[in-house]
C-alpha cells in the first residue's frame, strides 16, 4: 500500500493566490505536465482518488482521471497551505495558527490515507505534500521546514519516502 501524493501542474498565478479560493487555472504547459504523469500513473492500481476542490488540481485531477477513469473524491482538507507555516517568527500570529491548526488537519487526513489498503492518489499541493513528509518522519507542524516540490511532481509515500521532483515519471509493469 502506497499514498502517491501529486502536486497539480503549473497554474496561472498571482499576489496571495495561495489564499484565494477556487484559485488560478493550469496554464497550456500545466496541461501537459498533467498529461505527462498520467501516462506514468496509468499501471498504478488506485483503490481511491482524492483530490484537493481548488481548481488548479481539479483540472490536474481531471486530466489524469482521463486515463485511470476512476471516482475522484474532493476534499476541502487538502487545499493549499500559506506559506507563512514555515516561518520562525511570523508577524500574523492568528494568521500561522489558523494555517498551523490546518497543516495538522492535513496531517490526520493523510495519516487516515496511509493506514488503508490498496493504493491510493492524491492530487494537491506543494505545501501540502510538505506536511504530509513531515507527518511521515514524526515532524511536529509547528517545526515544518520548506523544501521544493515542482509542479507535476510525485511522492510515494509508504514504509519510505521517494520523490519524483522534476523528473519523469513511470511505473514499469
Not at 502506497?2 to 493566490?17: S, T
Not at 493550469?26 to 504523469?37: D, F, M, S, V
Not at 498520467?38 to 481539479?58: E, H, I, N, P, Q
Not at 482521463?66 to 516561518?87: C, D, P, T
Given at each position: 500500500?502506497?499514498?502517491y ?5 503549473e ?10 479560493y477556487?484559485?488560478?487555472?493550469l496554464t ?17 492500481k ?13 483540472q490536474?485531477?481531471?486530466?489524469i482521471n ?5 471516482k ?10 500559506n506559506?507563512?507555516?514555515?516561518e520562525e517568527?511570523p ?6 495558527n489558523?494555517n498551523?491548526?490546518r ?7 493523510i495519516?487516515r490515507?496511509r ?9 494537491c499541493?506543494?505545501n ?5 513528509i ?7 507542524a509547528?517545526r515544518?521546514?520548506r ?6 511532481s ?11 521532483n522534476n523528473?519523469?515519471?513511470y511505473?514499469?509493469?
Amino acid at each position: 500500500m502506497a499514498v502517491y501524493l501529486v502536486r497539480h501542474g503549473e497554474a496561472n498565478v498571482n499576489k496571495n493566490y495561495e489564499e484565494i479560493y477556487p484559485g488560478p487555472k493550469l496554464t497550456g504547459k500545466g496541461r501537459k505536465q498533467a498529461e505527462g504523469i498520467a501516462k506514468g500513473l496509468v499501471k498504478v492500481k488506485f483503490r481511491k482518488f482524492y483530490c484537493s476542490d481548488m481548481t488548479r488540481a481539479v483540472q490536474t485531477a481531471d486530466i489524469i482521471n482521463k486515463k485511470l477513469k476512476i471516482k475522484v473524491s474532493y476534499a476541502k482538507e487538502i487545499r493549499e497551505l500559506n506559506k507563512i507555516i514555515f516561518e520562525e517568527s511570523p508577524k500574523d500570529k492568528a494568521k500561522y495558527n489558523k494555517n498551523i491548526s490546518r497543516a495538522r488537519a492535513i496531517r490526520k487526513f493523510i495519516g487516515r490515507l496511509r493506514k488503508e489498503k490498496g493504493n491510493i492518489l492524491v492530487v494537491c499541493h506543494a505545501n501540502v505534500i510538505v506536511a504530509a513528509i513531515h507527518d511521515f518522519l514524526g515532524i511536529p507542524a509547528t517545526r515544518m521546514k520548506r523544501f521544493q516540490i515542482d509542479k507535476c511532481s510525485v511522492v510515494i509515500v509508504n514504509n519510505r519516502i521517494r520523490i519524483f521532483n522534476n523528473k519523469p515519471f513511470y511505473v514499469h509493469g
